[in-house]
T-cell receptor, first 115, second 111 residues
């Protein structure tokens, strides 16, 4: 089975540009999560969806960040305009359910560098 | 909210046992997990334990859970250089649809 697929794997762009990160969850998984990982702050949950509906976006740092899930097999995380402090590794994860045994399966991440 | 804590670093010699510790605050957690992150990769589920268990063994991995003290540990027997990675513990609080992750422990195995 294919795992969680993220694209691009690496992104380098200049400050002020729009950045779009993409994620394809595992088929049949109802939950999708976006995380950010930095040396300073560790792994942070940004937002998660259940059945394509955003449930908790309290981790989204500011209005420059937005996330969508137009269908069960695709989600995007957008940063506009981007800033150097947004440089991090962004992970997408999915899980089959939200209660009980709910292991999350992670993609390999997008390493984002904002110059 | 839930608080999950781990020590940041651990170094062991190849062949020795490694013990990675984790404490959490939510006594209603039902499942607790250990994830491994290798350089340049995402988090990979290693093992898990249900909260009504005290111990779970899976080949070289032993998970111990002290629910009274809210303490979780991961023991890796005969640690190999390939075990060098960051290890995260995670738990799901009752009623929560997401997992709460610790800060991660960077394990370095010295040849």
């Amino acid at each position: 089975d294919a795992g969680v697929i993220q694209s691009p794997r690496h992104e380098v762009t200049e400050m002020g540009q729009e950045v779009t990160l993409r994620c394809k969850p595992i088929s049949g998984h109802d939950y999708l999560f976006w995380y950010r990982q930095t040396m300073m702050r560790g792994l942070e949950l940004l937002i998660y969806f259940n059945n394509n509906v955003p449930i908790d976006d309290s981790g989204m740092p500011e209005d420059r960040f937005s996330a969508k899930m137009p269908n069960a097999s695709f989600s995007t995380l957008k940063i506009q305009p981007s800033e150097p402090r947004d440089s991090a590794v962004y992970f997408c994860a999915s899980s089959p359910r939200g209660v009980g045994y709910q292991p999350q399966h992670f993609g390999d991440g997008t390493r984002l560098s904002i110059l | 909210g839930e608080d999950v804590e781990q020590s940041l670093f651990l170094s062991v010699r190849e062949g020795d046992s490694s013990v990675i510790n984790c404490t959490y605050t939510d006594s209603s957690s039902t499942y607790l997990y250990w994830y491994k992150q290798e350089p340049g990769a995402g988090l990979q589920l290693l093992t898990y334990i249900f909260s009504n268990m005290d111990m779970k063994q899976d080949q070289r991995l032993t998970v111990l859970l002290n629910k009274k003290d809210k303490h979780l540990s991961l023991r890796i027997a005969d640690t190999q250089t390939g075990d060098s990675a960051i290890y995260f513990c995670a738990e799901n609080g009752a009623g929560a649809n997401n997992l709460f992750f610790g800060t991660g422990t960077r394990l370095t195995v010295i040849p």
